[in-house]
């Protein structure tokens, strides 16, 4: 009888943590749906990533996502770069946030109806770090993805920290069916070498690579309108075609186009004329659009 009535509590704890794990496996189950519910309204996913910081990236994510609502189309655009969302300066969005209404939340509207979605909209302190280990990440993209109501869109373009870290790995694992990523460059060996790591990680986790975009690719001169190779010019061209992946095109450094990106103007809207944004449209944007064709 004893040993009976010391086995119970044991019993009653195996009972428990069954229980509890059958509810965490149940509380993913439904996470999961919720994720692949969300995403099913959303007919493209667009990956903008980087080997390295400081080459615009984030400049190029912004500008597919209103180069994309210029065309008529129905676009989001996230930032998951935690520790450095530069989004909402891009844009000029000030002290905005998102919507909620108690339950739901919802995106940040900006012109041509595009939804923004950014941690550096729900951060008091602009300038306080933002100092988290990989799960908690894991774990906010997840709620980005699946919480937040984004409705139906054509386009999802996401803007990731530089590198193969933890945030786009967890978004490959997230959209096994996104459509690809547009990585960044600029044309010196020193980008380059980051970039081959990126399209490595690219195809490791399956992810396809649409093509590579070569920003800052010589600076036209803004009195003589001659082009000058600050940075060089071609490394990325080059790089593309000895690896195999499409190229999207060179985006000449200007000095409209940079004093337009401090004041938060994208530069194929307001500096639409420059050759900067002819290119980028020609390149970036074209092979996008072109995504419906499929």
């Known amino acids: 009888m004893s040993n009976s009535e010391d086995a119970l509590p044991l019993y009653g704890k195996g009972q428990k943590q069954q229980q509890e794990n059958h509810d965490r496996m149940e509380k993913r189950r439904q996470e999961e749906e919720q994720l692949k519910e969300r995403m099913a309204q959303i007919n ?29 189309k129905k676009v989001g655009l996230l930032d998951v770069d935690f520790h450095g969302p530069s989004i909402p300066t891009l844009l000029r969005l000030g002290n905005q946030t998102l919507r909620t209404d108690g339950k739901n939340a919802f995106p940040l509207d900006y012109v041509y109806g595009i939804k923004v979605v950014s941690l550096g909209l729900l951060l008091p302190d602009q300038d306080a770090a933002v100092i988290w280990r990989g ?6 993209i997840r ?3 699946a919480d937040i109501q984004w409705g139906e869109l054509d386009y999802l373009i996401i803007d990731f920290p530089p590198g193969t870290g933890d945030e786009p790995l967890s978004v490959a694992q997230m959209l096994p069916e996104s459509d690809g990523a547009v990585i960044v460059t600029t044309p010196q ?3 380059l070498a980051d970039v081959r790591k ?5 195809r490791q986790v399956k992810v396809p690579v649409l093509g590579v975009v070569e920003n800052m690719s010589g600076l036209n001169c803004p009195h003589c309108g001659k082009l000058i190779e600050l940075f060089k010019t071609g490394g990325g061209e080059a790089m593309a075609n000895k690896l195999k992946v499409p190229f999207l095109g060179r985006i000449p450094l200007e000095p409209a186009v940079v004093e337009a990106s401090d004041s938060g103007r994208p530069f194929i809207y307001h500096c639409n004329q420059t050759a900067a944004a002819q290119a980028f449209r020609d390149g970036v944007i074209k092979i996008l659009l072109a995504l419906d064709d499929r």
Do not use: R
Not at 198 to 202: A, G, K, N, T
């Open 44 to 72: 493209h996913k667009i990956l903008v990533l980087s080997g390295k910081g400081g080459v615009g990236k984030s400049t190029i994510a912004v500008n597919i996502a209103v180069g994309l609502g210029m065309e008529g």
């Open 135 to 140: 799960p908690l990440k894991m774990g906010v």
């Open 143 to 145: 709620q980005f993805l």
């Open 189 to 191: 060996e020193m980008s």
């Open 198 to 202: 990126s399209i490595s990680f690219c």
